[in-house]
């Protein structure tokens, strides 16, 4: 549905975006994550139509939007990390401006506004001054009127920045609600781990190129390369890790207060067998357990943890 074809974008001589070509497809969320100018603003607001691409392409529907950008934006939700709120106006009446000046159809509009507030549970707030809400909620109330064109495609530059944990799992329901309406979704986060619940593909960038795609588990698979084993045992502890050592496949063991920490290179068999090999040897084994990578891991692992944007 959403295409990228060789994208590049040049502020003076500094190549901000350098070839980006990657294909998004509909019903799923896109995670984009990288380091400090990695490029993933610049790239949301080309595709929002907001910035022209110095080269390459960009379609929507078959339809290439850099020069049929009007299409584009009856079609595409954009959600910037920082946004203008009216705060004189109350939540309905702030809806009901944008609904006027993107001259979308005036039928329904009580209940399409409705509809939307009720989305982003803050119907009971449409009687309040946008003054009044908190940060969660104004940018609930942005995501809202994103939604007021019905859009296939919502882009969301840290939507949950400055946000309560109450707040953000609201949000984590909304975007899922929306996946599952066919929309193409596009989310930028430094909150990871919250990333990784909720992107069906993570989008690794940096110095404006994919690094990776694809879910967090083969991503996961490709970047760390190695399995983390916790093992909990009664006694022996020494004596255990002196064989962990010396057997095939491990890396590195550590010994973590009240458990020990593996790091094997084995499959899912070889850990089979690493374990049986274990409980042969007289190890009173009390848990043995393969650890997740997650999406922080392998940030930090690619990147040395900078993400900030």
Not at 15 to 44: H, Q, R
């Amino acid at each position: 549905m959403l295409r990228l074809e060789n994208v590049t974008k040049f502020y003076g001589d500094f190549k901000a975006v350098d070839g980006l070509s990657i294909e998004l497809k509909k019903g799923n969320i896109y995670g984009f994550v990288g380091p400090n100018g990695a490029g993933k603003t610049t790239i949301f607001k080309m595709i929002a139509t907001l910035l022209k691409p110095s080269g390459g392409k960009i379609f929507l529907n078959n339809q290439n939007i850099i020069k049929k950008y009007k299409y584009a934006r009856g079609q595409i939700g954009y959600m910037p990390d920082f946004f203008g709120v009216y705060n004189d106006m109350k939540t309905y009446e702030y809806m009901e401006f944008y609904l006027d000046i993107n001259y979308i159809s005036q039928k329904d509009k009580k209940k399409k506004i409705d509809e939307l507030l009720e989305l982003v549970n803050m119907k009971d707030k449409k009687n309040k001054y946008v003054d009044s809400l908190s940060r969660g909620m104004k940018q609930k109330l942005c995501l809202a009127r994103c939604l007021l064109k019905d859009p296939s495609v919502i882009i969301l530059d840290e939507p949950a920045s400055g946000m309560d944990p109450k707040s953000r799992i609201e949000m984590k329901k909304i975007l899922k609600n929306l996946k599952h309406k066919d929309k193409v979704i596009l989310i930028s986060s430094h909150i990871l781990h919250e990333l990784s619940e909720l992107c069906d593909e993570i989008i690794i960038l940096d110095s404006g190129k994919v690094d990776y795609k694809g879910s967090l588990d083969d991503i996961v698979n490709e970047v760390c390369q190695t399995n983390i084993l916790e093992i909990k045992l009664l006694d022996k502890t020494q004596e255990m890790i002196k064989v962990l050592k010396n057997y095939n496949g491990v890396v590195d063991v550590v010994n973590d207060i009240d458990s020990i920490k593996v790091n094997f290179t084995g499959d899912q068999l070889q850990i089979s067998n690493l374990l049986r090999h274990l409980i042969s040897s007289d190890f009173k084994i009390v848990s043995f357990s393969k650890m997740k990578n997650d999406l922080e891991d392998v940030f930090i692992k690619l990147t040395g943890g900078d993400n900030n944007d």
